[in-house]
């Protein structure tokens, strides 16, 4: 590697392992996070597509989502504040559906902070809409979710 080059990021399916890496990253980006139990216990769900973004063996995002049948959640996705802004919170979510869009297609929700800009920018760029809105859904502070929707690619989207 030249000098001045930053190290190659890998996407790859979490394991275990990394919840230490993930729930780091998770304290410092929310303010009501996840518990390492929580993770522990999400990421070994069969139905659970988790994946990691890992820089030179430190864990620097996570992608984590639940499908079953032509339903999906995406229920996590979190960039390391120096890598935020390069593409990787893409890069990590187009996996996600282009693996659900690879089993037959499936429609993805997802809840967000009502005043988080920047995730509902990432999300309508990949083709969510906003579907609803859920009243105080979340702690520390208070704040609505703004509820998302993306229909699946192939025959998942109809309702
Ligand atoms: C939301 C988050 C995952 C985005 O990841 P990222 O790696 O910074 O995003 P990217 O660089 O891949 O940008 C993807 C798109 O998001 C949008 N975006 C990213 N940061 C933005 C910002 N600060 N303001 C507005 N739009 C922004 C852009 O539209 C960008 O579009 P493009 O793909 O056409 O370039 C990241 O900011 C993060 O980890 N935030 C804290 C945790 C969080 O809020 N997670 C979401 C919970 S629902």
């Avoid at 410092?28 to 390492?36: E, I, K, Q, V």
């Avoid at 973004?53 to 229920?75: K, M, N, S, T």
């Avoid at 995730?119 to 969510?128: E, K, T």
């Amino acid at each position: 590697m030249s000098p001045g080059v930053a190290p190659e990021v890998a996407v790859r399916a979490a394991t275990v392992e990394d919840v230490p890496g993930i729930h780091e990253l998770e304290t410092l980006a929310f303010s009501d996070p996840w518990t390492p139990a929580s993770f522990r216990s999400m990421i070994a769900q069969p139905l659970v597509i988790a994946t990691v973004a890992e820089q030179a063996g430190r864990i620097v995002g996570y992608c984590i989502a639940w499908a079953i049948g032509d339903e999906a959640e995406l229920v996590n996705l979190c960039v390391a504040p120096a890598l935020r802004g390069t593409g990787l919170g893409g890069r990590m979510l187009d996996g996600l559906l282009a693996s659900l869009d690879g089993r037959g297609g499936a429609t993805v929700y997802l809840e967000v902070r009502d005043s988080n800009e920047a995730a509902q920018a990432l999300y309508r760029g990949r083709g969510f809409l906003a579907a609803g809105r859920r009243k105080a859904y979340y702690r520390h502070p208070e704040e609505d979710a703004v509820v998302m929707r993306r229909p699946g690619a192939v025959g998942g989207g109809g309702d």
